[in-house]
């Protein structure tokens, strides 16, 4: 090919082999400026390690941390507290979605509560919790049950709100009763706008579980965070912080791959495949 | 407004022998009365066209021989089996071609609804997503999903109204080519004076929420558009839909006449 023909666009960078999309190097190059000005500060004295770690240290901290079993038994503890806490919301969510989308008494009855609760600031609701709980397990996972029921139950009332009537009323022609029109058409149609829904949940309850952890906690990321304070350790904090980044992507990651599975139907979804 | 007397009709045939026989149907919306004393009988096997201008009641007509509305005043009798083929196809996106062609069926449904996908000639797109559909083949799983049913009364709310017109002559080959195998009685409501011609018995013509026409066709299929009795019928229906067509026009060959 004549090369001059196209003047304008830089050539790829080649490693081994491999073309990378010069667009993709260019955006690598900031964060990795920084990182560089952070090492170097952190070497030069610049960023006093009681203030921030340097990003040498905290890579060695975590593999110490991975090492030493720490971090696993910390992680999984924060994991097992977010599963159960969103479960525990998911569900309540959802089965307070479906009363008030599925009838008119069920709509008038716990719509108002839930739009007055949801205005609350959940966060600031630990104080109340311990008082209520004490400062065991529980208050950590209601606050992640709390925060993470919200966020489905408004997207699957919407949903279910948002079902096309027609759909309804051909399900109805073709002789499906009430709960078969519910299982085929009312809750596959509210399917989409929910799974938004639980990646919102998702993010609020890591979120909570950042705070109740901070709660007396003596395991968990949280608490590897707070202990750390205590020793002025800022190379754990942000490992538990990227942690927590980790895991939230993690998680994201895994409600997405559900969506593309179960709404292989949808137009977009469709386009990609093909 | 009383509910009206709402049947699923006998089987064999209501007193004077037609599966569809309505009487004294008064139906209105606030103070806008949509059907009024309104009187029709579609006997078995019998291809019914149903026209009328926008607003003249013929689809509320439709939805109460569907079973879809439920208001209103007199006497309805359909078939216990009869099924609808609306204007778009309705199909729930999230199922699959058959399954959509299955809803509601409790035995034998994945046979049934692939046999009917064959009549409709669809059998290729059994398994796809409805969204893949072009308007005509959704239109046929439309039409396969309310012929499993067995149905003896078949409703279609201006099934082609959406579909482009060669693929419209294609449908209109199909339910009749369906209709002479299956012989259901058929109402079909449409705005399509040529299609009205060329598929039904009869064109009957609503206004204003009654009956204000009633054409026996009895040419019989195919029908050539050219002939003297098609254009005089022709003629007479656009006439009383408040068509006036010069003599000129009458051809079928020129603007004036609709696709089909």
């Known amino acids: 090919m004549d090369e001059s023909a196209i003047p304008a666009r830089p050539r790829a960078f080649r490693f081994d082999g491999i073309s990378v999309d010069p667009k993709v190097v260019r955006r690598f190059i900031s964060p990795l400026a920084i990182l560089l000005l952070w090492q170097l500060g952190s070497m030069y004295h610049v960023i006093p390690a009681t203030k921030l770690a340097a990003p040498t240290t905290i890579l060695a901290t975590f593999w110490s941390l991975s090492a030493s079993g720490e971090l696993p038994r910390d992680l999984s503890v924060s994991l097992g507290r977010v599963l159960v806490g969103l479960l525990a919301g998911v569900c309540a969510g959802a089965v307070l979605a479906l009363v008030a989308g599925l009838s008119r008494t069920g709509d008038d009855s716990v719509d108002p509560v839930m739009q007055g609760l949801r205005t609350l600031p959940y966060l600031g609701m630990s104080p109340l919790l311990i008082l209520w709980f004490g400062i065991g397990e529980f208050p950590k996972l209601a606050l992640v049950a709390f925060a993470s029921a919200f966020p489905v139950y408004l997207t699957l009332l919407g949903g279910i709100r948002a079902v096309d009537p027609k759909l309804i009323e051909a399900a109805q022609a073709f002789g499906l009763d009430r709960w078969e029109t519910i299982r085929a058409v009312i809750l596959p149609g509210a399917l989409a706008p929910a799974l938004v829904g639980l990646r919102y949940a998702l993010g609020a309850a890591w979120l909570s579980l950042v705070v109740g952890e901070q709660i007396n906690a003596d395991r968990g990321i949280g608490y590897l965070i707070m202990d750390a304070r205590d020793f002025l350790r800022t190379d754990v904090i942000v490992v538990g912080l990227l942690v927590y980044a980790l895991l939230g992507l993690a998680t994201d990651a895994i409600v997405r791959l559900v969506e593309r599975r179960a709404l292989e139907w949808r137009p977009s979804i469709l386009r990609e495949a093909r | ?260």
Request: charged residues 25%; hydrophobic residues 45%; contains cysteine.
């Open chain 2, 1 to 260: 407004m009383a509910p009206f007397d709402f049947t699923g009709g006998p089987v064999n045939g209501s007193p004077n022998g037609c599966p569809v026989r309505v009487r004294d149907l008064e139906l209105s919306f606030g103070d806008s009365p949509l059907l009024r004393r309104l009187d029709l009988d579609i006997a078995a096997g019998e291809f019914v066209a149903l026209l009328g201008r926008s607003g003249s009641g013929k689809t509320t007509l439709l939805r109460v021989l569907a079973g879809l509305e439920r208001r209103g005043s007199g006497t309805v009798e359909v078939p216990a089996a009869s099924a609808v083929v609306f204007q778009e196809a309705r199909l729930l996106p999230w199922k699959r071609v058959w399954e959509n062609v299955a809803l509601g069926l409790r035995d034998g449904a994945r046979e049934r609804a692939h046999a009917a996908l064959g009549e409709v000639e669809l059998l290729h797109r059994a398994g796809a997503w409805p969204l893949t559909l072009s308007g005509g083949e959704a239109q046929r799983a439309g039409l396969a999903r309310a012929l499993v049913r067995e149905p003896r009364l078949l409703l279609l709310d201006e099934p082609f109204a959406s579909i482009d017109a060669l693929t419209r002559l294609k449908m209109h080959e199909l339910v009749l080519a369906l209709w002479e195998s299956h012989r259901p009685s058929v109402l079909l409501v449409t705005h399509d004076v040529d299609e009205a011609l060329g598929l039904a018995d009869r064109a009957v013509v609503i206004d204003g929420g009654r009956i204000a026409a009633e054409i026996p066709i009895d040419a019989p299929r195919p029908r050539d558009p050219s002939s003297p009795s098609y254009v005089l019928r022709r003629r007479e229906l656009l006439a009383q839909l408040g068509v006036l067509v010069p003599n000129h026009a009458d051809s079928p060959s020129t603007f004036a006449r609709s696709a089909a």
